[in-house]
């Protein structure tokens, strides 16, 4: 498995929930490495993503100030800690890589080549 998400579950509104995703070798060695979600009937939204060269994050709007995306290189491991989860951010979220991203398509989930199975979040109000 080059992905492997887990940590969804049922959250109340204002709790916290973090997001694991385990990577292959050569997965977890891609240039960029992040999250996108997906809630139904919708479009699959960029949440945050880590480029390798020079550690860089960045985030979706939606999610800035409140979700903090992580990484553990000897676990080969990303997480996403998230914070004051609302309603809105219930949705199957997806751990995603690759390595032919540029920075201005970071947040397209067209340019990820490798996608993990989703976890389902689930916020209640």
């Known amino acids: 498995v080059q992905l492997q998400a887990s940590g969804g579950g049922l959250v109340q509104a204002g709790g916290s929930l973090t997001l694991s995703c385990v990577a292959s070798?050569?997965?977890?060695?891609?240039?960029?490495i992040g999250w996108f979600r997906q809630a139904p009937g919708a479009e699959r939204e960029f949440v945050a993503t880590?480029?390798?060269?020079?550690?860089?994050?960045y985030y979706g709007d939606s999610v800035k100030g409140r979700f903090t995306i992580s990484r553990d290189n000897a676990k080969n491991m990303v997480y996403l800690q998230m914070n004051s989860l609302k309603p809105e951010d219930t949705a199957v979220y997806y751990c995603?890589?690759?390595?032919?991203?540029?920075?201005?398509?970071?947040?397209?989930?067209?340019?990820?080549?490798?996608w993990g199975q989703g976890t389902l979040v689930t916020v209640s109000s």
């Open positions: 995603a890589a690759g390595s032919r991203i540029i920075l201005s398509n970071r947040a397209n989930p067209q340019a990820y080549d490798v």
């Open positions: 070798e050569s997965t977890f060695s891609s240039r960029y």
């Open positions: 880590f480029r390798r060269d020079g550690g860089y994050t």
